[in-house]
């Protein structure tokens, strides 16, 4: 951002008698030639053991005005190495930004921290300030932002609504008859223009029919309601810039009224005066005050923000007013814009992130403002981000920035509020399917049924978990314990946020109650697997009991068995090992057709009448139930993982 922003701009040529380098170098910075002060300022600094504080100073400003933020901190450095506590404020606030916008931050924080060591409500404040733009890194970004279309390779800035269009200031034109270019950039003269930004090929026009001058035209505001229309302009007369006694022109408001398209009873408001400049016009949205831009005497910086209260005239009916040190710094405080009771401003005095920041203060009063609030990243970077104009209601915004990756020197973006991210609170208790105690420390994983894992938490000593689920996404959720089954819930998110879900219920069921010991050996819990008589086939009451076994395999993948098939003693003992053992065999390959590996399945043999569980042997006269426990398949777990900790399925 090669310019100041309209504050103070074009310096008239004085020819005079031979002038020695500095003075000729004075002379460019002066009238804002600064790349021609930069060369000459360098080459007094390479001539000379020792260089002046008057040439790093030029220089480090120099650089700094051009927006070449590197190259001005090597010489602000200097200057601060040399004048230490002395440097002034002023150069300590763009000490700061140049460190900022060179990645230094942590540097840029000491130097804050030291400077004003003895000024602690300053320092408080800066300190709330960060405090506050580093918490806005720990939640989801409030807004998303897009290049537009339409910027050029020159600046481009100062967006504005005009009904459904975007009124902006550009220095693209250079087929201007004049040919006059500014020499703070090297760049024509601004206009304003008018686009449609939803319509991407949309070329730019000229801004009302008669609105041209041979200088700079920019920062339009709009009385809400009707065709009055505020903007800023260079003093001029004759068509040639009215200088004040310094031989500068500053800058003016101006006020007009818009009538088929051209500008119409355009008149200069009462506070304006060619001794300092007054620009960047923003009208309340009752349309009953005007807050703008100056550098006149009696601010707290190079450039403050004011207000005056207008009439229903559209002119003011009050003197300036400034609006204070809770939103004035001694840096650059400018662009305001005012949208419900929010007041929006760039700065480079607030604690930001590099360069000039876009701050939102709310209006508490017409003399008090809150804390200004730094909006934080995709909108703040660490170079120049300003003129941000927004609409909450909408959710539609538009502001400029320097930042690398640009069409030009600047650009427009457009902001969007961000689409959600997190879209319900989902919260519940895990608790014991058998006794409905809750389960501690339950492990807790999400999943997203595009990409797989997301994140993991445990349940508290309560068994109580509170998850946010993110928005339009397949979601999962699978809780565990060890030694406790498996429990899954999918929950599919829109793209809004919902109600939250409350007071879940998760059972888990825990191992021991699936299985059953008997001595040294355990065994999972089955009533006897029924089959038809002198068969071998599963049976559908067989299946039943077999969905038990394939339950617990399933849910404890760590578990290995063995199975074991018996019958009671009645017929031959040869035909009862053949019938026990053909259904050991025919029951393993049930449970390996329903998927569990057969590498699970040890073996499965058959016993027949060997090992009864009772007196019931041959010729032993016994009641159909006391038979019915002799015949028998058993389920005996031979290896489980030491923790029985649940896989993910």
């Known amino acids: ?30 009238e804002f030639k600064f790349e021609k002060a930069i060369a000459l300022y360098h080459d007094l600094a390479s001539e000379s053991r020792k260089t002046s504080t008057h040439v790093i100073q030029r220089l480090a400003d120099a650089h700094f005005n051009m927006s070449e933020y590197q190259n001005a901190k090597d010489w602000y450095v200097k200057l601060y190495a040399m004048q230490g ?72 800035f100062a967006p504005a609504m005009f009904n459904d269009m975007l009124v902006f200031a550009s220095a693209r034109d250079t087929l201007r008859s004049s040919g006059k270019i500014y020499p703070w950039n090297n760049q024509p003269y601004l206009d304003v223009y008018l686009t449609n930004p939803n319509v991407a090929d949309y070329v730019p026009e000229k801004f009302l029919d008669n609105m041209d001058s041979d200088f700079h035209d920019s920062n339009v505001a709009f009385a809400p309601g009707s065709q009055t229309v505020y903007f800023t302009r260079n003093y001029i007369k004759n068509n040639k810039l009215n200088a004040n006694n310094d031989g500068l022109s500053n800058m003016q408001i101006l006020k007009g009224s818009i009538y088929q398209n051209k500008l119409i009873e355009v008149t200069s408001l009462s506070f304006n005066s060619k001794d300092y400049s007054c620009g960047h016009p923003a009208i309340s949205p009752d349309g009953k005050f005007l807050y703008f831009t100056s550098n006149m005497p009696g601010g707290y910086g190079h450039s403050d ?95 400029a920035s320097n930042r690398f990756g640009g069409a030009g020197d600047d650009d427009i973006y457009q902001i969007n509020k961000a689409k959600p991210v997190d879209c319900l609170v989902y919260s519940g208790y895990v608790l014991n399917k058998n006794t409905g105690d809750p389960i501690p420390l339950s492990k807790i994983e999400l999943y997203d049924g595009a990409t797989g894992f997301v994140s993991a938490l445990q349940t508290d000593g309560n068994g109580y978990f509170n998850i946010t689920l993110p928005c339009n996404k397949e979601n999962k959720l699978v809780f565990s314990k060890p030694r406790f089954t498996k429990e899954e819930v999918s929950i599919i998110t829109g793209e809004n946020p919902q109600e939250p879900s409350e007071e879940n219920m998760i059972y888990l069921t825990p191992f021991e109650s699936l299985v059953v010991k008997e001595g040294d050996v355990e065994k999972i819990k089955v009533n006897p697997i029924y089959f038809e008589y002198d068969k071998s086939d599963i049976t559908t009451r067989a299946e039943i009991e077999l969905e038990k076994v394939l339950y617990a395999m399933r849910e404890f993948p760590g578990i290995k068995i063995k199975i074991e098939s018996h019958t009671d003693s009645r017929g031959s003992d040869q035909y009862n090992f053949k019938l026990s053992d053909d259904r050991a065999k025919s029951t393993m390959r049930y449970l390996i057709s329903k998927g569990i590996d057969h590498d699970r399945i040890v ?34 777990i031979v290896e489980k993982n030491e923790n029985m900790e649940n896989v993910q399925r």
Not at 87 to 106: F, Y
Not at 615 to 624: A, H, L, W
């Open 1 to 30: 951002m090669k310019k100041i922003i309209l504050l103070i701009v074009l310096g008239y040529s004085i020819a005079g008698i031979a002038q020695s380098k500095l003075e000729r170098a004075d002379k460019y910075f002066d």
């Open 85 to 156: 506590q002395n440097v002034g404020e002023s150069n300590i606030i763009k000490l700061v930004q140049c460190l900022k916008a060179s990645m230094e931050p942590e540097k840029a924080d000491q130097l804050l921290k030291d400077f004003y060591s003895s000024d602690q409500d300053r320092l408080n404040m800066i300190l709330a300030q960060k405090e506050q733009l580093e918490s806005l890194k720990e939640k989801n970004q409030k807004f998303e932002i897009k290049k537009l279309a339409f910027n050029s390779k020159k600046s481009d």
């Open 305 to 399: 923000i004011y207000m005056v209260e207008l009439g229903m005239d559209g002119n003011a009916i009050s003197p300036p007013k400034n609006l204070g040190k809770q939103i004035n710094t001694k840096g650059r405080e400018m662009f305001p814009f005012v949208d419900g009771d929010t007041l929006y401003f760039a700065s480079d005095g607030h604690y930001g992130l590099g360069g000039l920041d876009v701050f939102g203060s709310t209006i508490l009063s017409e003399n008090k403002f809150d804390l200004p609030s730094n909006l934080g990243e995709p909108i703040n970077g660490n170079m120049d981000d300003f003129s941000l104009i927004y609409n909450a209601k909408k959710d539609l915004g538009f502001f």
């Open 603 to 636: 073996s499965a043999d058959g016993y027949g009448e060997y090992r009864l569980k009772n007196r019931c042997s041959n010729g032993v006269k016994c009641s159909e139930q006391e038979h019915l426990l002799n015949r028998r398949s058993d389920f005996i």
